[in-house]
Nanobody, 128 residues
């Protein structure tokens, strides 16, 4: 079955950096769109970044709130997707989730409801 496992979260000061990793198994990774979402208590899960399958040119998309600070990338040969987070702000504090969906015909990559597979999440805390 499909499994996604995030790692790399932690506590960092404002202005610092973290790199999240997501290891995927049980799927043909290169044909899946991969997304990163985040959630804080009492709020809905929100889109952070997504990257399309290699069959769709591995195009990256970002939420406006992280554009220019975060970078999503994938290593298809290793079934890995990364989220490099720079210039972190206290408002970036959240549980970050990795998600996967088949690239073709499954709707917008911005919507969490279009992703059937999710990791367990990793906590990122940014102190001021």
């Amino acid at each position: 079955q499909v499994q996604l496992a995030e790692s790399g979260g932690g506590l960092v000061q404002a202005g610092g950096s973290l790199r999240l990793s997501c290891a995927a198994s049980g799927l043909t990774f290169s044909t899946y769109t991969m997304g990163w979402f985040r959630q804080t208590p009492g709020k809905e899960r929100e889109f952070v970044a997504g990257i399309t399958a290699i069959t769709r040119s591995s195009v990256s998309y970002y939420a406006d709130s992280v554009k220019g600070r975060f970078t999503i990338s994938r290593v298809n040969a290793e079934n890995l997707v990364y989220l490099q987070m720079n210039s972190l702000k206290p408002e970036d504090t959240a549980v970050y989730y990795c998600a996967a969906k088949v690239s073709a015909g499954t709707g917008s990559l911005y919507r969490d409801s279009n992703y059937p597979y999710w990791g367990q999440g990793t906590q990122v805390t940014v102190s001021s």
